[in-house]
């Protein structure tokens, strides 16, 4: 099938290297052809249309996603925006601020517009859902499950916070907001300095969402300061009010850290991915981080007895279930 898309592309006589994948079943290919390059996207189990759309549309905002140069169910071939990955080059206090502006100047161009209309809502009652898999799967998979009740507790309670700190779902999130999904285009301008990658998943959503994703990174340490001084830019620059901000942050926050509790333990039990446990202490610093804001006051008290710490032996054991190549 690719042979066949590559070939009708006009880039059959390429050379492919394999380039690193993410947590999805996707697969990607840098291809060079004479001085030229490009990615091939395959997506077996995804919507590549909906990418080349949304692709399409960030695109016409001014901002930098990739260009689609060919497109077939579960292929695409992309423009090669390089290897500049903000987790690399954010190698000093200085560098790793002005990257992080960069890229909170990508999200401020995107809120200036709606979000596409037919993309799903990630409303109160859809985000307080997906706390499910913190008890599913992490709390599960560590031998310690929530007593009964808990997991409908907390989405009820997550529901309720949601609905007074961050209700509306206005602008388009593209929801794996961090350093390893935005690329440094030093050769561009303003917002399209960030180089956009992986919104596949796009929903709509509230603006605070790809924020707390970026500054509260589960794959690095990002400095008190450069997540200070993105919050300040984007609010200096969209004038909103900024305890309320700051509200929505802790409780998107908390939404997105629990969750991703629960993903990292499920992609070690189902598709044998370990070295997603190694992340889990951040996350979950960052979750009671989070847990610390009024706002999150009750739910705070009722995770505390619910969830385990991820202690070392914790780790081990979701580690175990990883299943056996």
Known sequence: ?????????GWAEAVAKPLAG???????????RGGETAILMEDPEGDTALFARLARHLLSLGLSAPRILAEAPSLLLIEDLGDGLVARLATDPETEKRLYLAATDALIALHRHPAPPDLPRADPARLAAMTDLAFDCYAEGAGQPA???????????????LATHAPETDVMILRDYHAENILWLPD??????????????????????DLVSLI???????????AEAA???????????????R???????????????GVFARLAATRGKPHYIDLIPRVWGHLQTD????????????????????????????????PTP
């Open 231 to 245: 919050i300040r830019h984007y609010l200096t620059a969209t004038g909103l009010p900024e305890q309320p901000f």
């Open 291 to 322: 847990l610390r804001h009024p706002a999150l006051a009750n739910i705070a008290a009722l995770l505390r007895d619910a969830l385990p710490a991820p202690t070392p032996d914790i780790l081990q054991r979701l580690k175990s279930t990883c």
């Open 22 to 32: 993410d947590a999805s079943a996707r697969r990607y290919s840098r291809l060079t």
């Open 1 to 9: 099938m690719s042979a066949t898309f590559l070939s009708e592309a």
């Open 216 to 226: 509260e990174d589960a794959r690095r340490d990002v400095a008190p300061a450069t």
């Open 147 to 161: 007593p009964s009740g808990t997991k409908e507790a907390c989405a009820a309670a997550f529901e309720a916070a």
């Open 188 to 209: 561009r301008e303003g917002a399209a300095r960030a180089g956009l990658l992986d919104f596949q998943d796009a929903l709509q959503g509230h603006r605070a969402y």
């Open 247 to 261: 509200a929505a942050l802790a409780v998107l926050g908390a939404q997105r850290n629990l969750r991703i509790l």
